[in-house]
C-alpha cells in the first residue's frame, strides 16, 4: 500500500501542470472600525459582512482596472498573453479570510517576479479603493445627517407657530394660567347651565298658570274684599250669593235700615214687657206695626240694591281677570326670552370648553412631538460630530500586515500539495478500506460488545463446556442455574412461560443453551418442555433419542393432539417435542393462528416451555415462533458471533414485535467461573454443548 501511495504522488507530480510559486499579501481588517470616540452607526456594521464585502471589492471591476492600469503590470509578460487580462486577473486572484482578521489573497504562477508585480500594485488600488469607500461613505452620511436635522428644524418652527397660533385662541402661552382660564369657563358654564334650568322651571309654571286662566271649564277664583267671581275673556263672569251679601253689608243706607229694624224690635220687646203674657194692648200692636213698616221698607229697599250691586261686581271681575291675563302673557314671553338668551350662553360656553380641550390635547400632541424631534435632532448631531472627528484622526478599518511575500512549504506550491494529497488519499482510502472490513466482520469478544452496541440486557453470561474431571461441568450448571433465576425475575415480563430461544446464525450455541436452560428449569421442580423449534435442521431426536415424528410439524398440521405428540426424557420433570416433518402446510400453520394455538395448549400443560428455534437471519421459522412467545432470548457466542449480524437479528424480532428479553452470551472465560470450581457440587445431567465443542450445534 505504501508503494502504491508513492507512485500515485509522483504520477501527480509530473503528469499535472500545475503552477510551482505562490505570492501571496496579507490585510488586516479591524472587526469593528477603529474610532477615537463613541462606536458610530459606520462602526456598528456586523464584521462578518463588511468581510465580505472587502473580499467582493479585491475582485471589484474598478479595483482591477486600476490593477492593469499601471505600466509596470502592462510589461508583464504573463497579462500580455492574456486574451482578457482582467478576467484572467480575477481568476487568479485566492482570497482566504481565514474566519479571522486577516484576510490573504494570493496568485499562483511560474515567475515570482511577476506575481510581485501584480500584488503590489493590487496593494495600492485596493487601499485607494477602501479609503475612498469608507470616508466617501462617512462623508455621504454626514450630508444625510444634516439634512435631516435641516428638515427636522422646519418641523419644530411649525410645531412652535401652532403653539402660539393656539396660545393666543386660549388667551395665555403657559400651561398655569391655561388651567386657570380653563376652570373659569367650566364655572361659567355650570352658573348657566343652572340658570337656564331654573328660568325652564319658572317659563313652566307660567304656561301653566296662562292655559288654567284661558281654560273655559276653569273655576272662578275668590276676589278681593267686595269682589265678584272671574272669567276668562269672551264669558260673563260668575258672581256668587257671598259677594253680593258681601257688597250689601258695605252699603251706608241699608246698614241705616237695618239699625231702624233693630230698633223697632227692641221697642217692641220692651212694650210687651210693660204687660201681661196673652194681652195685647194699643202700644203693642203700635210697636208691632211700626217694625213690620221697617221691615218692609228694608226689604225694598234692599231687593233694589242687590241687581245694582251684582252688575258692579262683576264689571270688577271683568277688569281684574283682563288685568291678570295680560300679565300672564306678558311673563310668558319675558321669560321665553331669558331661556333663549341663557340657552344661546350655554351654548357658546360649551363650544369654547370643547374648543379649549382640543386646544390643550393638541399642544400636548404638539409639545412631545417637539420631544421626540429635538431627541432625535440631539443624537444626529451626535453622530454626525463624532464621524466628523473620525475623519479626522482615526485610523483605517483596513491596513497592510504583510508585504507581498513567497508562501513556504506545500501551501506556496499547488504541485507539492497534490503530490503529497495523492499519497496521503491512496494510503486513507485504504486503511479506511481496513478498518470499515474490520468493523464489518467484527465479532464478538466481551458481552459488553453486543449490550453496549444494542442497548438490550445481558441475562447471563456461560463459560465453555470441558471434562468433567477438571470441574468445568459444574461452573457449567452454576452459570446455567444462575442464568435461569436472572431470566425468570430480573426481567420486566410477570409472566414468563414460553421462551424462544434464538441466533442469528448456526453455530452460536442456541441449542445447547436451549437444552441446559430446559434441564434447569426441570431441576428446579417445574414440568418444562423442550421443543424443537428448527424444523428444517432438527436435533433433538439424535440428543434425547427417539423417533423424528411425530413431532411440532403434525401438531401444526393437526395430525396428532400437542399433549400427545410430547415425549418424556431421562431427566425429571422434562418432556420434549421434536420437530416432526417439514412441508409446506406446515409453514402455512405457523404463518396463520396454528402456532398460536398450539401454545396455548402447552402453555397449559407445562409450567415452562423452552423453543429452540432456528437461526433468525437464515429462516423465517424463527420470527414466526418468536412473536408469540412470552419472551426471547438471544444467544451469542464469544469470539464466533459478529456484531452487525447481531444487530441484524435484533433489528428483526423487533420488526414483528416480539418480546425481547434479553441477551445470554456462551464461551465467556472470566475469574468469577474459575472461583466456581472450588465449590463443586452434586452433578446434575446436562448436555453436551454444542457450539463450544459438542457436536450437536446448528
Same mark, same amino acid.
Given at each position: ?108 504562477? *511560474? ?133 253680593? *251679601? ?83 302673557? *306678558? ?161 420486566? *415480563? ?205
Amino acid at each position: 500500500m505504501f508503494l502504491l501511495a508513492l507512485a500515485a504522488g509522483a504520477a501527480a507530480w509530473c503528469l499535472l501542470a500545475l503552477p510551482k510559486t505562490s505570492v501571496a499579501v496579507a490585510f488586516h481588517i479591524s472587526t469593528q472600525a477603529p474610532a477615537l470616540l463613541d462606536a458610530t452607526s459606520e462602526s456598528r456594521i456586523d464584521f462578518g459582512s463588511y468581510r465580505q464585502a472587502q473580499i467582493a471589492l479585491v475582485k471589484r471591476r474598478q479595483t482591477l482596472a486600476a490593477v492593469l492600469s499601471s505600466p509596470a503590470v502592462q510589461q508583464l509578460g504573463v497579462i500580455q498573453k492574456q486574451p482578457n487580462p482582467q478576467d484572467w486577473l480575477s481568476d487568479a486572484l485566492k482570497v482566504d479570510t481565514k474566519g479571522g482578521e486577516l484576510m490573504v489573497v494570493s496568485i499562483e504562477g *511560474d515567475n515570482p517576479e511577476e506575481l510581485f508585480t501584480i500584488l503590489e500594485a493590487l496593494c495600492r488600488a485596493y487601499l485607494a479603493e477602501v479609503d475612498e469607500r469608507d470616508n466617501g461613505t462617512r462623508r455621504r452620511r454626514i450630508d444625510k445627517l444634516e439634512a435631516t436635522n435641516r428638515s427636522y428644524r422646519a418641523d419644530l418652527k411649525t410645531n412652535y407657530d401652532r403653539i402660539d397660533a393656539i396660545a393666543v385662541s386660549l388667551g395665555a402661552k403657559d400651561g398655569e394660567t391655561q388651567a386657570l382660564n380653563d376652570s373659569l369657563l367650566r364655572d361659567d358654564l355650570r352658573n348657566a347651565t343652572r340658570e337656564l334650568s331654573v328660568v325652564r322651571d319658572q317659563l313652566q309654571r307660567a304656561e301653566l298658570d296662562l292655559r288654567a286662566a284661558e281654560t273655559p271649564n276653569a273655576a272662578p277664583e275668590a276676589g278681593g274684599k267686595g269682589g265678584a267671581g272671574t272669567a276668562p275673556p269672551g264669558r260673563e263672569a260668575v258672581v256668587s250669593p257671598a259677594q253680593i *251679601d258681601e257688597e250689601l253689608r258695605q252699603d251706608a243706607d241699608l246698614r241705616e235700615l237695618e239699625a231702624r229694624v233693630v230698633q223697632a224690635q227692641l221697642t217692641l220687646n220692651a212694650t210687651k214687657a210693660l204687660f201681661n203674657p196673652g194681652e195685647r194692648p194699643l202700644a203693642v200692636a203700635k210697636a208691632e206695626e211700626e217694625l213690620a213698616a221697617a221691615q218692609q221698607k228694608r226689604d225694598k229697599y234692599r231687593d233694589e240694591l242687590r241687581p245694582r250691586l251684582e252688575s258692579a261686581v262683576r264689571k270688577q271681575a271683568e277688569q281684574r281677570e283682563r288685568a291678570r291675563m295680560a300679565g300672564l302673557r *306678558d311673563a310668558v314671553a319675558g321669560l321665553k326670552k331669558q331661556e333663549a338668551l341663557v340657552k344661546t350662553k350655554v351654548l357658546d360656553l360649551r363650544e369654547e370648553v370643547v374648543k379649549s380641550n382640543d386646544y390643550r390635547v393638541e399642544i400636548a400632541k404638539i409639545r412631545s412631538e417637539i420631544a421626540q424631534t429635538e431627541k432625535v435632532m440631539t443624537r444626529i448631531a451626535d453622530e454626525a460630530n463624532s464621524i466628523k472627528i473620525e475623519l479626522g484622526g482615526a485610523p483605517p478599518r483596513v491596513s497592510l500586515a504583510e508585504e507581498p511575500h513567497v508562501v513556504p512549504g506545500l501551501g506556496g506550491s499547488r504541485r507539492k500539495k497534490f503530490a503529497v494529497a495523492a499519497v496521503l488519499g491512496v494510503l486513507f482510502v485504504g486503511f479506511a478500506g481496513v478498518v470499515l472490513w474490520e468493523q464489518r466482520t467484527a465479532r464478538v469478544t466481551h458481552p459488553d460488545d453486543v449490550t453496549v452496541a444494542l442497548g438490550v440486557r445481558l441475562i447471563g453470561a456461560v463459560p465453555p463446556a470441558g471434562p468433567a474431571q477438571d470441574g468445568t461441568h459444574a461452573v457449567l450448571v452454576e452459570a446455567i442455574d444462575a442464568t435461569r433465576t436472572m431470566l425468570l425475575s430480573g426481567g420486566p *415480563d410477570s409472566d414468563l412461560r414460553v421462551v424462544v430461544v434464538a441466533s442469528a446464525i448456526a453455530g452460536e450455541g442456541k441449542t445447547s443453551l436451549s437444552g441446559h436452560l430446559a434441564i434447569s428449569l426441570a431441576r428446579a421442580g417445574s414440568r418444562t418442555l423442550l421443543i424443537d423449534g428448527d424444523l428444517r435442521a432438527p436435533t433433538a431426536q439424535r440428543v434425547f433419542g427417539g423417533p423424528l415424528a411425530p413431532g411440532l410439524c403434525e401438531v401444526l398440521r393437526g395430525e396428532i393432539g400437542a399433549v400427545a405428540a410430547v415425549r418424556p426424557t431421562d431427566v425429571p420433570g422434562l418432556s420434549v417435542l421434536t420437530a416432526g416433518e417439514w412441508t409446506l402446510v406446515t409453514r402455512q400453520a405457523l404463518v396463520g393462528n396454528g402456532w398460536r394455538a398450539v401454545k396455548e395448549q402447552l402453555r397449559a400443560a407445562f409450567d415452562f416451555v423452552v423453543v429452540d428455534t432456528s437461526p433468525l437471519l437464515l429462516v423465517s421459522d424463527a420470527l414466526l415462533l418468536a412473536r408469540e412467545a412470552d419472551g426471547v432470548v438471544v444467544s451469542v457466542l464469544m469470539g464466533v458471533s459478529q456484531v452487525a449480524l447481531t444487530e441484524e437479528a435484533v433489528s428483526r424480532l423487533q420488526t414483528v414485535r416480539a418480546k425481547l428479553t434479553g441477551v445470554i452470551a456462551n464461551g465467556v472465560r472470566s475469574a468469577a467461573h474459575e472461583y466456581t470450581r472450588a465449590y463443586r457440587a452434586h452433578e446434575s445431567p446436562a448436555l453436551p454443548v454444542g457450539g463450544a465443542g459438542g457436536p450437536h450445534e446448528r
